[in-house]
């Protein structure tokens, strides 16, 4: 299976900052990545998919990059609901996830 | 409006069973691939087993793999997993979800069923 490692595995912001977040593949997966957020207490919820498209209902300061094997997620301007764990998962093969990257203040 | 609704979860002691339901709406499961994830108390999410939208695919992790089954029922518009050989490490929120196969996506999640395997 290919793995993905997520950095870091957590990080301290504040409201406004640009904040990112990295994910590593084991293997290439050209751009079959995509990323979720999970708010505490909240089920999971689709961000980003195939590297850069943002799923509908997003707001714009959500974004995504790469290709290979190193992706990025970037919020352009944090705002307070947006404090979550953040997952990527590659759509290349057999489906998994990195092991999350907890935004808090 | 697209919803799925899981229920099934509860206590089990190791070694036994349990069958997970997820009961679609808003949608066709015959249109859809749909995949089972969870999530341990504390950790993050794993891919447990998908089915294509013509129940022709079936994928498993290799954790489940043989002790899990996927399956649907077109008529209810539900999606099972059935669970034998329960361990300790399968102790998790189980949550169902719609797979968006041409991307390989998970687009929409269900609330969650809590399976705890405990003596």
């Known amino acids: 299976d290919i793995q993905l490692t997520q950095s870091p595995s957590s990080l301290s912001a504040s409201v406004g900052d640009r904040v990112t977040i990295t994910c590593r593949a084991s293997?290439?997966?050209?751009?079959?990545l995509n990323w979720y957020q999970q708010r505490p207490g909240e089920v999971p919820k689709l961000l980003i998919y195939t590297t850069s498209n943002l799923q509908s209902g997003v707001p714009i300061r959500f974004s995504g990059s790469g290709s290979g094997t190193d992706f990025t997620l970037t919020i352009s301007s944090l705002q307070p609901e947006d404090f979550a764990t953040y997952y990527c998962q590659q759509s290349s093969g057999k489906p998994t996830f990195g092991q999350g990257t907890k935004v808090e203040i | 409006e697209v919803q799925l609704l899981e229920s099934g979860g509860g206590l089990v002691p190791p070694g036994g069973s349990l069958r997970l339901s997820c009961a679609a709406s808003?949608?066709?499961?015959?249109?859809?691939?749909m995949s089972w994830l969870r999530q341990a108390p504390g950790k993050g999410l794993q891919f447990v087993s998908l089915?294509?939208?013509?129940?022709?695919?079936?994928q498993y992790s290799d954790s489940v793999k043989g002790r899990f089954t996927i399956s649907r029922d077109i008529s209810k518009n539900t999606l099972f997993l059935q669970m034998n050989s329960l361990r300790a490490e399968d102790t998790a929120i189980y949550y169902c979800?719609?797979?968006?196969?041409?991307?390989?996506?998970?687009?929409?999640w269900g609330q969650g069923a809590l399976v705890t395997v405990s003596s």
């Open positions: 979800a719609k797979w968006r196969g041409a991307q390989s996506i998970f687009d929409v």
């Open positions: 089915t294509t939208a013509n129940g022709g695919i079936l």
């Open positions: 293997q290439t997966i050209t751009r079959w």
């Open positions: 808003g949608f066709a499961l015959s249109d859809y691939g």
